[in-house]
């Protein structure tokens, strides 16, 4: 019976927990931090691709920084990157040195997972899949996207940058994980119709397949 009764505690407490995640775009930016103090972080900069990504001739690291946002319901982190290079087709630009840096820091600003894409050949726009591990102990995390090798040569590697961020198992994407997701796999097990958006996240175990593994993966994440 109290077995039980920490289960049912469990769910109900993920249920509750906010863990909305910060994502990024010319509609969705507030309290992030650009570290270019000549650029204001507004609708307009971004819309007009001055967000830019890399090292200055003097050393400035240009980065970008989410808000906190808590995360302890989750597990892994995924994230839809889109970024663009207006010079991709440049002379001057040096596909070596893009490596779009995505990294998950506590409260103080340590790094606890930072996962790199480093590509052989890009185009204008490219759609890149990263993820971040989520440590159990960590409460309050910010997101922070960097391509460090990036040099003012390069013509700032990654600019005009949009960010989509959900929690693994968060199937039915409310920003947390709970009793809900559970039925959201169950119901695209059940499903007679294919949801391809929907059974993506649905397979929480990434195994290409949709079974009770997937039930089970999220009830993990869920009593951790």
């Given at each position: 019976?109290?077995?039980?009764?920490?289960?049912?505690?469990?769910?109900?407490?993920?249920f509750m927990?906010n863990?909305?995640?910060?994502?990024?775009?010319?509609?969705?930016?507030?309290?992030w931090?650009?570290?270019?103090?000549a650029?204001?972080?507004?609708?307009?900069?971004?819309?007009?691709?001055?967000i830019?990504l890399?090292?200055?001739?003097?050393?400035?690291?240009?980065?970008?920084?989410?808000?906190q946002?808590?995360?302890?319901?989750?597990?892994?982190?995924?994230?839809n990157?889109?970024?663009?290079?207006d010079?991709?087709?440049?002379?001057?630009?040096n596909v070596?040195?893009?490596?779009?840096?995505?990294?998950?820091?506590d409260?103080?600003?340590?790094?606890?997972?930072?996962?790199?894409?480093?590509?052989?050949s890009?185009s204008?726009?490219?759609y890149?899949?990263l993820?971040?591990?989520?440590?159990?102990?960590?409460?309050?995390?910010?997101?922070?996207?960097?391509?460090?090798?990036?040099?003012?040569?390069?013509?700032?590697?990654?600019?005009?940058?949009?960010?989509?961020?959900?929690?693994?198992?968060d199937?039915?994407?409310?920003g947390e994980?709970?009793i809900?997701?559970?039925?959201?796999?169950?119901?695209?097990?059940?499903?007679?119709?294919?949801?391809?958006?929907?059974?993506?996240?649905?397979?929480?175990?990434g195994?290409?397949?949709?079974?009770?593994?997937?039930?089970?993966?999220?009830?993990?994440a869920?009593?951790?």
């Amino acid at each position: 019976m109290k077995r039980h009764f920490t289960w049912i505690a469990a769910l109900m407490f993920a249920f509750m927990a906010n863990a909305q995640l910060p994502q990024f775009s010319s509609q969705q930016f507030a309290d992030w931090v650009y570290t270019n103090p000549a650029i204001e972080l507004n609708k307009t900069t971004i819309l007009a691709n001055r967000i830019v990504l890399y090292t200055t001739s003097t050393g400035l690291q240009l980065t970008l920084t989410s808000p906190q946002f808590d995360c302890h319901a989750g597990e892994v982190i995924d994230m839809n990157v889109t970024w663009i290079t207006d010079q991709w087709q440049s002379s001057s630009f040096n596909v070596s040195k893009v490596a779009l840096t995505a990294a998950l820091m506590d409260k103080s600003g340590a790094v606890v997972d930072s996962v790199t894409y480093s590509p052989t050949s890009v185009s204008r726009t490219n759609y890149v899949k990263l993820s971040l591990t989520v440590p159990r102990s960590l409460n309050g995390a910010k997101l922070r996207f960097a391509s460090w090798k990036a040099d003012v040569n390069s013509n700032g590697a990654v600019r005009e940058i949009a960010i989509t961020s959900t929690l693994r198992a968060d199937v039915n994407r409310d920003g947390e994980v709970g009793i809900a997701d559970v039925n959201a796999v169950i119901d695209a097990i059940l499903s007679p119709v294919a949801d391809e958006d929907l059974n993506s996240r649905a397979d929480v175990n990434g195994d290409g397949e949709l079974s009770i593994a997937d039930v089970n993966s999220v009830i993990s994440a869920i009593l951790g």
